[in-house]
């Protein structure tokens, strides 16, 4: 049986910090799965991890430093950028993350990941306060932006007795990743590794090259307090699945998320957003588009105010939680007069009546087509990985695919929608 990453070559950068000794054994899940891993560390993560362990365990050598004489004699940096598949930092530090965003060269990790273009997937792992720093989500922007790829990091318990966001994402997630990566960064997909690096980078072929897409995708988080929010259970698969594909298809493509646990798409802008109203902007600020697919699950509500303190439990009756109601992203874009994308595309996710449900929302929406989907729990759909979808134009006419994974889903929407802007 041939295994996931079979003969593909990682080169995985070990930045410095308390999570490197993960990366111990994500050498060890990226073997399990055929890959070939070549290690290299910064000077921080060998205060943490040596690369005696890591070469042990990835079976070659680890690489350390730049001005190693021996080592740039033996395999020079350029080739280090150039020698494998994909490029994994993890965990990607504060200062690592830093470096790359502003093109620093000042080490082996930071010069190898300026002169290459492999795909790049990043494993962040910090302070909480340092991930929430703007600096830090400034240069993640920047990041994203240029096409690197993320993976976490999670929430959870941390050092020094704090709780939230800088995990670093768990060693079979990240393996995960990786194969998400390499499987889209194939060149068998019409895109050589720069193009999957970013949608900027050299206009490829294909049905939609050049038109410029726009998709919502993920769940909105509405704040009640500092540390609650309301929420649903979308995964963004599908709208991540959509935005792939019409990467993959040559669209220069904005995918505006909500807080989502899965990967960024390859060759696809990626806007992270939390709230309903963040996303609106958002969306305004991405257009000009040909077409706008909203696949997102906005939160219809949001609570009346955000407390700036946590709500505390006093010992009296719970206080009633008001609601204001959300801005409709579909409704405002589709009901534009100027500067309406061509094709618009709601999503209308039902547990009851699916089709009479859509063909009103349709109308009240001013959408040119709507992807009706049953989420009933016994579907499955809200947070899986299949869908059964029915496409429901204006007159009503309704065409029923059967049960696919969700990125078949997201190809064959994709190779609809060509048609329709083609036609
Ligand atoms: O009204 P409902 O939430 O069922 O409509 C679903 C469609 O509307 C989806 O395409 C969703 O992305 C979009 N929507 C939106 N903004 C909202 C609510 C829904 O864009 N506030």
């Not at 965003?101 to 082996?108: I, K, R």
Request: charged share 20%; glycine share 10%; with cysteine.
């Amino acid at each position: 049986m041939t295994r996931p990453l079979q003969n593909r070559r990682v080169l995985l950068v070990i930045g410095g910090g308390i999570a490197a000794y993960k990366a111990l054994d994500l050498i060890r899940r990226l073997r399990e799965r055929g890959a070939q891993v070549r290690p290299l560390l910064t000077k921080g993560a060998q205060e943490f991890v040596t690369p005696l362990a890591a070469a042990a365990l990835a079976g070659e050598r680890a690489h350390t430093d730049l001005f190693d004489r021996a080592e740039e004699a033996d395999i020079g940096h350029i080739k280090l950028a150039r020698d494998a598949d994909a490029i994994v930092v993890a965990p990607a530090t504060a200062s690592l993350m830093a470096r790359m965003a502003t093109g620093e060269s000042s080490d082996l990790a930071a010069t190898v990941l300026l002169a290459t273009t492999l795909p790049i997937l990043i494993a962040p792992a910090m302070n909480v306060r340092m991930w929430q720093h703007p600096a830090t989500q400034r240069n993640l922007a920047t990041l994203r932006a240029d096409g690197v790829r993320v993976v976490g990091p999670n929430e959870g318990a941390m050092a020094e007795a704090e709780f939230g966001p800088g995990r670093l994402a768990e060693p079979a997630e990240i393996a995960d990743a990786v194969e998400a990566m390499l499987a889209e960064a194939r060149p068998a997909s019409g895109f050589g590794f720069l193009a999957g690096r970013g949608a900027t980078a050299d206009a490829p072929a294909g049905p939609l090259a050049g038109r410029r897409i726009l998709v919502t995708s993920g769940p909105t988080h509405e704040p009640i307090d500092p540390v609650r929010y309301l929420a649903n259970r979308s995964s963004g698969r599908q709208g991540h699945a959509i935005a792939a594909a019409a990467a993959a298809a040559g669209a220069i493509v904005t995918l505006v998320s909500g807080p989502v646990a899965i990967p960024d798409p390859p060759g696809v802008q990626v806007v992270a957003v939390e709230t309903a109203r963040e996303m609106l902007a958002a969306v305004e600020a991405a257009l000009p588009a040909d077409l706008a697919i909203f696949a997102a699950a906005v939160g219809d509500w949001r609570p009346a105010a955000t407390r700036e303190s946590k709500i505390k439990k006093d010992g009296a009756a719970p206080a009633p939680l008001a609601l204001v109601e959300n801005p409709d992203i579909l409704a405002t874009i589709a009901g534009r007069s100027a500067g309406r994308p061509r094709l618009v595309v709601g999503f209308a996710a039902e547990t009851d009546a699916v089709l009479d449900n859509a063909r009103a929302k349709i109308a009240r929406k001013g959408c040119d087509l709507i992807v009706a989907n049953d989420v009933s729990p016994a579907g499955g759909v809200m947070g899986g990985t299949a869908n059964t979808v029915h496409l429901v134009g204006r007159d009503g006419h309704v065409e029923t695919w059967p049960t696919l994974d969700k990125d078949e889903v997201g190809r064959r929407l994709i190779r609809h929608f060509a048609g329709l802007l083609g036609a």
